[in-house]
């Protein structure tokens, strides 16, 4: 088995959300990989939460654990409610070229805006933008 000491894409998304406060957990079904992250931003913040709770479902295609530099398809995130219906999507698609780094960081704003209108919170500036401050 190879030995791999690259971020997968999902590794770069789990710290761009982190950035604004959500922490999302590798999951995985049927030969699919994804993150998942639960969608309130009080939500207590364990992987359960993500799973009990409405949640986001975070896809790069099929695989979230692809190594970053194959990076291929755009970041999509998706609502469910706690019972894992499907709600809404919000987000999908990207401008082209973006690398898996771009990638990650334009779905974790996009989500972060996208969650603070849902429920009504102003969503934290990412670290990076306060450091200019």
């Known amino acids: 088995m190879p030995h791999h000491d690259e971020p997968t894409e999902g590794d770069l998304l ?10 999302a957990f590798p999951g995985g079904e049927g030969g699919m990989s994804y993150l998942i992250m639960a969608a309130h931003p009080c ?35 998706h609502l469910h409610d706690a019972t894992g219906d499907y709600l809404t999507t ?17 779905c974790a704003r996009e989500v972060a805006d996208q969650l603070a209108r849902r429920f009504g919170t102003a969503p934290p500036a990412p670290p990076r933008a306060q450091a200019g401050s």
């Open 90 to 106: 919000l987000v999908d698609g990207a401008p082209a070229g973006l690398d898996a780094a771009a990638d990650a960081a334009r």
């Open 14 to 23: 789990r710290v761009e959300l982190a950035a604004y406060g959500h922490h």
């Open 43 to 77: 939500a207590p913040d364990d992987e359960d939460a993500a799973y009990s709770l409405p949640h986001v479902l975070l896809y790069a295609g099929e695989r979230a654990d692809r190594p970053a530099s194959q990076h291929r398809e755009p970041w999509s995130a």
